[in-house]
């Protein structure tokens, strides 16, 4: 069936290093991919977006990258800062009548190691 | 300069008494979300409106309810809440012509007694 998963259920990076989170899909007509991070306790929050018609887009100091030949996808944030610790969920946002629904993946806790 | 709004953020019920949770945004956006996520788990989308058009998931029971009455504000209805529906549960808004963004709350923690 169409899903959205992680490789990795736990990351964990010095300060200062370069985080990658991958995440991989199964519906080969997927156009429209979401990354989100979730501090403990609170709603997921945005942070950058991808069309299929694209293979990166950059934010602040967060990439994301998109192969759909091999149907996978990454969020690298740079120099990774102890606030960077949350859990991250790729998410597939596709059109369902009127709308559009979210379908999350299962999530990476990253920690940022002093 | 809070958007959406969940009240309460943590509600306990006992099993089997029914239970309401509020959810209220400042954006005028067309369609609002109900999720449940439990514990080290992905959000879980339960239903959404559009307008004041309902959309069910189809794995969503009976038990889970829901309205909206107006654009602003949306309520999930647990009418009779078992153990296994202890979860945080999210809304989230989204304007619908767009089809991009979903604003999430920060969520309402239940727990079933």
């Known amino acids: 069936g169409e899903s959205v998963g992680l490789h990795l259920p736990t990351l964990s990076v010095q300060e200062g290093d370069n985080s990658i989170i991958n995440c991989a899909y199964s519906n080969s007509a997927s156009d429209y991919f979401i990354w989100y991070k979730q501090e403990s306790g609170k709603g997921p929050q945005f942070i950058i977006d991808i069309r299929s018609n694209m293979d990166k887009r950059q934010g602040q100091r967060v990439t994301v990258l998109l192969n759909k030949t091999v149907k996978h996808l990454s969020l690298q944030i740079a120099a990774t800062q102890p606030g960077d610790s949350a859990v991250y969920f790729c998410?597939?946002?596709?059109?369902?009548?009127?709308?559009?629904?979210?379908?999350f993946g299962s999530g990476t806790q990253l920690t940022v190691l002093p | 300069d809070a958007m959406v709004i969940q009240n309460p953020r943590y509600q306990v019920t006992q099993f089997g008494k029914p239970v309401t949770l509020s959810c209220s945004q400042t954006l005028n956006h067309n369609v609002m979300y109900w999720y449940q996520q439990k514990s080290s788990q992905a959000p879980k989308l339960l239903f959404h409106?559009?307008?004041?058009?309902?959309?069910n998931e189809a794995d969503t029971p009976d038990n889970f309810q829901s309205r909206r009455p107006n654009t602003s504000f949306c309520f999930l209805d647990i009418r009779s809440p078992g153990l296994g529906d202890a979860a945080m549960y999210l809304c989230a808004t989204s304007r619908g012509d767009r089809g991009g963004e979903q604003y999430f709350g920060p969520g309402t923690r239940l727990t079933v007694t």
């Open positions: 998410a597939e946002n596709r059109r369902a009548g009127s709308a559009r629904q979210l379908t």
């Open positions: 409106y559009y307008d004041k058009d309902f959309n």
